[in-house]
C-alpha cells in the first residue's frame, strides 16, 4: 500500500496541477467587441485652435472638427469638392453626431491642438446623405485574429493589440458580417492559433455552430522589428475557410512601437477591405462542405401523393413588389435572442422585413418576414446559417441545430409536410 508520505505528496501535486489548469482559464485572455454599431466614421480630423483660456479652446476645437467631419462624409459620399456640403448650423451637427473618439491631443492654456474622430449617427445622418440605413451583408463569419510577434502565434490565448484592434474596428458600415468573440470562458482554448491548421470539417462544423457562424475568416498580422525602440514593419494576409485560403495581403511600417496600434487599425480597415472585394467578386462564399445537412424523411416529402392534392388548397405566396410574406416561429429564451433572430434573417439576400410580430419570452415568438423568392429559397438560407427548418405552407419552424453527440431539439428535422 501507499505510505501516507506519498499520498500526501500525490495530494499536493494533483492540487498544484488543478491550480494551474485554473490559472489558465483564469486569466484574461479578450477584449469585448467595443465598436459594433452602425455610425458614419471619419477619421484624422486635425484643429488647432487659440482661444481665451484651454476649455474655451477645446470647445471650439470640437466644434470646428464637427463641421470639418460633416464636410468630409458628404465628399466621401457624393465626391466633389469639400464646399458642396449642405451648411448646417453648429446645433444640427451636434444633435446628428453620436461621439468624438480623440485619437491625439495637446491642450495649453489657450490653445488646443488634436486629432479627432467624430461618428455621425446612422439614423439621423443617413436621410440627409440619401444613404439607406440597411446594407446587404454577407453571411455570418467568424473572426479568428492571429498574431506572429517575436517567433510565436497567438490568438485568443492572451490579450494582444492585433486582438485589440479587430475589437475597436467598426464593423456595423461593413457588408462582412462579423462574428467577433471577448476571448473569455472557453474561447482561449476553442480559438487558438493552432486553429487555423485543422481541416476536419467535422470540429470546423462543430465549432462554427457555437458561434452561430457560417464560416470563418483569417486575419493575420506579422510584426517584424528592425532594431529594438526602433521601426516596425508589419505584414498583413486576409485569409478565408477551413483550408486557409488566400485573399489579399499587403506591408505597413510604423516608426517605433507606440506607432503600432494606430498601424494595426489601418490594417484592419485594409484588410476588411481586401474581404469585401472577395465577397464582391465571388471569391468569398460560405464553405458548402460546412453546412449539415439534416436526414430528409421521404414520408414527410409524400411525393407519390403531390397530384392527389387540388390545386386549390396549396397554399402558395403571393409575390408582389414588395416581396411574398411569410411567418417564422423561433425560440426566444430572452430578450437578446430576439433580436439576434430578426440580424440572421435580415442577413439573407432577399429578405426586405424582418420584424417580431409576436413576442413570448421563455417560448416560442412569430416573426413576420417579407421575402423576394419563393419558400425553399428562405429555406435553403436559413439552413446555410445553421437552422433546422420545418415548413408548413408559408410558416417555417427553425430551431438551432444541436452539436453532434448531443440530442436533438424537438422540431430541428428538415422537410415539408
Not at 9 to 30: C, H, K, N, P, T
Not at 229 to 237: K, R
Not at 253 to 274: H, Q, Y
Not at 337 to 355: D, L, Q
Amino acid at each position: 500500500m501507499m505510505g501516507r508520505p506519498a499520498q500526501i505528496v500525490g495530494a499536493i501535486m494533483l492540487g498544484l496541477a488543478a491550480a494551474a489548469l485554473f490559472a489558465q482559464m483564469e486569466g484574461e485572455r479578450g477584449v469585448p467587441p467595443i465598436a459594433s454599431g452602425g455610425d458614419f466614421e471619419v477619421r484624422g480630423v486635425k484643429v488647432d485652435v487659440l482661444a481665451k483660456d484651454a476649455d474655451s479652446a477645446r470647445h471650439a476645437g470640437w466644434r470646428l472638427a464637427q463641421r470639418q467631419a460633416w464636410r468630409m462624409l458628404w465628399t466621401r459620399t457624393h465626391g466633389g469638392p469639400n464646399g458642396g456640403a449642405p451648411g448646417l448650423s453648429d446645433s444640427q451637427l451636434e444633435a446628428m453626431i453620436s461621439g468624438i473618439e480623440i485619437e491625439y491631443e495637446q491642450a495649453g492654456p489657450n490653445r488646443y491642438v488634436a486629432t479627432l474622430g467624430i461618428l455621425f449617427d446612422r439614423a439621423r445622418t443617413g436621410q440627409l446623405l440619401g444613404v439607406s440605413g440597411n446594407v446587404m451583408r454577407s453571411p455570418p463569419l467568424l473572426v479568428l485574429p492571429i498574431l506572429w510577434d517575436g517567433g510565436s502565434a497567438v490568438s485568443y490565448e492572451r490579450i494582444n493589440e492585433w486582438q485589440k484592434a479587430w475589437a475597436r474596428y467598426r464593423t456595423g458600415d461593413s457588408a462582412i458580417d462579423y462574428v467577433r468573440v471577448a476571448g473569455s470562458v472557453a474561447d482561449p482554448i476553442l480559438l487558438n492559433a493552432g486553429q487555423i491548421g485543422r481541416r476536419s470539417r467535422l470540429w470546423w462544423r462543430v465549432l462554427l455552430d457555437q458561434y452561430g457562424a457560417a464560416d470563418v475568416v483569417i486575419p493575420i498580422a506579422r510584426l517584424d522589428r528592425q532594431w529594438p525602440g526602433g521601426p516596425v514593419v508589419g505584414t498583413f494576409t486576409a485569409r478565408y475557410g477551413p483550408d486557409n485560403m488566400l485573399i489579399g495581403s499587403f506591408a505597413l511600417r510604423a516608426t517605433s512601437d507606440s506607432a503600432i496600434p494606430a498601424m494595426l487599425d489601418e490594417a484592419a480597415r485594409r484588410v476588411d477591405e481586401l474581404y469585401i472585394r472577395a465577397l464582391n467578386d465571388g471569391r468569398l462564399r460560405p464553405d458548402p462542405s460546412l453546412i449539415i445537412e439534416e436526414p430528409v424523411d421521404p414520408d414527410a416529402l409524400a411525393i407519390e401523393n403531390a397530384t392527389d392534392l387540388p390545386v386549390e388548397t396549396l397554399d402558395l405566396p403571393t409575390v408582389s413588389s414588395t416581396g411574398a410574406s411569410y411567418s417564422i416561429q423561433f425560440d426566444t429564451p430572452d430578450v437578446g435572442s430576439v433580436s439576434a433572430g430578426e440580424a440572421v434573417v435580415r442577413s439573407i439576400p432577399g429578405v426586405r422585413t424582418a420584424a417580431t410580430r409576436s413576442l413570448a419570452l421563455g417560448g416560442t415568438s412569430v416573426m413576420q418576414v417579407s421575402f423576394e423568392g419563393t419558400v425553399e429559397m428562405l429555406r435553403t438560407g436559413l439552413q446555410a446559417r445553421g437552422y433546422g427548418v420545418t415548413v408548413n405552407g408559408t410558416t417555417l419552424r427553425i430551431v438551432r441545430r444541436a452539436a453532434p453527440g448531443t440530442p436533438a431539439t424537438p422540431g430541428a428535422t428538415t422537410g415539408e409536410q
